[in-house]
């Protein structure tokens, strides 16, 4: 094993600096092929369904995760530099690397990497996730205190159960389940939460902000006057409902105490839109799952009508399926000052990747990696395990996680109350490793009563 001195980024006194890892030109044409150019085709900041769906007819992941084995079989687990479509990133491999990558701070490895800037820019200039330094930690003080960050429960859960049971209703009337239907009831749940009741039918609203992360799979680079105009409207239409705001909306609690200055309370507001509706892609393949695994599912629909608070058997079946399939599958951060990886000194402005949905479901470092075993989740500090991370870890972690669990759980427990899940489409063989991606859009579930 390569010496604890060097793992965590300080060579010996003396010691030369080593040179870097680099990947060889077939490496990093295979990298690009089957890694990087996929996740941009795919969408980076709105994902494109018909892609989805052809990558799974493909099962694409195996190609990338072929990639990247061989990558850390060829170099020993060892970082590597590889050409990617914007420049040279660091790819780490190794479990103590990626220990490292989540315990760094904010000052040291920050979340602003230019790509991710170019993209989300578009529709969140003045989100968390495009600042640095002291306004970052500004901005994500009024974030953190909207989303009530690190609360199991918020401080708002019965309000917004209580809209997702309203939601729901229409889904569990029905004999069929799909995506689409999902979706639109989780965007309309989405604004009632982020804006209140008067923004659940906007339609407008909604069309500009799916144009906005449409174009920001683009970088903005196509029509970034009109972006610029289009984002602008809709921030004049969110001030407006964000006025006069039921409290337990985020936008009033962002706005009941004075925010740091130079910032915008409702700064955040495209983010936590478009974060709860990508809840529903969360919910429907949660719910294939289940419909593919009877006892899990049994297990599942025990604790909701045992009513046991929090439903933590059904928030690990979600956690389970961030597992399989990440929202995120690559984390990428930059360097704001030079670093040590194994003896090699990288400078300021590195991008470094962990490619999580690899690491997650490697079966040499996770046991059943392929498998659905939301059990696993029940074990003291699973949450905290580097080797899983659906929602990062360290100074990097998702503020909205509690959040997002809550109302992932909360809309399974609606649909399987009352409900069994007796049919699905597509069918998982669950003899068999899962897929590494499924066609989200084409899901359907058939609900029978029990």
Not at 88 to 97: A, N, R, S
Not at 416 to 429: E, I, S, Y
Request: proline residues 9%.
């Amino acid at each position: 094993m390569t010496h604890s001195t060097e793992i965590h980024g300080t060579a010996r006194p003396g010691t030369p600096p080593r040179p870097p890892v680099r990947a060889g030109l077939a490496e990093t044409v295979r990298f690009m092929a089957t890694h990087t150019l996929p996740v941009f085709v795919r969408g980076v900041a709105s994902p494109r369904f018909g892609v989805v769906a052809l990558y799974s007819r493909l099962n694409q992941p195996a190609w990338s995760n072929a990639t990247l084995r061989a990558m850390r079989a060829r170099h020993g687990g060892a970082p590597v530099l590889v050409r990617a479509l914007s420049g040279e990133m660091l790819v780490l491999f190794d479990e103590e690397d990626i220990a490292r990558f989540f315990a760094e701070p904010m000052d040291v490895l920050a979340m602003d990497a230019k790509d991710k800037l170019d993209s989300l820019a578009v529709f969140e200039p003045t989100g968390v996730i495009c600042s640095h330094g002291a306004l970052r930690e500004d901005r994500r003080e009024v974030n953190d205190r909207a989303l009530a960050a690190g609360q199991d429960n918020h401080p708002a859960c019965a309000e917004y159960q209580g809209i997702v049971e309203e939601e729901c209703r229409p889904l569990t009337a029905a004999t069929v389940l799909d995506f689409p239907r999902l979706r639109t009831a989780m965007a309309r749940a989405s604004r009632r939460i982020v804006l209140g009741d008067r923004a659940a039918d906007d339609a407008e609203l909604a069309g500009w902000l799916t144009t906005l992360r449409d174009q920001a799979n683009w970088m903005g680079r196509s029509r970034p006057e009109a972006n610029r105009a289009l984002y602008a409207r809709a921030d004049t239409r969110i001030a407006r409902y964000a006025a006069d705001a039921p409290p337990h909306t985020l936008a009033a609690r962002a706005l009941a105490a004075p925010s740091p200055e130079g910032t915008d309370p409702l700064g955040q507001t495209h983010h936590w839109l478009l974060a709860i509706e990508v809840c529903a892609p969360i919910v429907i393949r949660t719910l294939l799952l289940l419909a593919a695994h009877p006892a899990e599912q049994d297990e599942a629909r025990a604790e909701i009508a045992a009513g046991t608070p929090g439903l933590p058997r059904l928030r690990a079946c979600v956690r389970e399926s961030l597992r399989l399939y990440p929202i995120v599958p690559d984390l990428v951060r930059v360097t704001r000052a030079e670093t040590e990886w194994r003896g090699v000194r990288h400078p300021a402005g590195t991008t470094v990747l962990v490619p999580i949905g690899f690491h997650q479901r490697d079966p040499e470092r996770v046991p059943g990696g392929h498998l659905f075993a939301p059990g696993r989740w029940l074990a003291p500090d699973a949450d905290l395990d580097p080797r899983m991370a659906p929602f990062s870890h360290g100074a990097g972690r998702c503020p909205g996680d509690r959040l997002g669990l809550l109302l992932s759980s909360l809309v399974c427990a609606e649909v399987l109350r009352g409900n069994r899940l007796t049919g699905a489409r597509p069918v998982l063989d669950t003899g068999r490793p899962l897929p590494g991606i499924v066609d989200t859009a084409g899901i359907r579930l058939r609900l029978g009563r029990p």
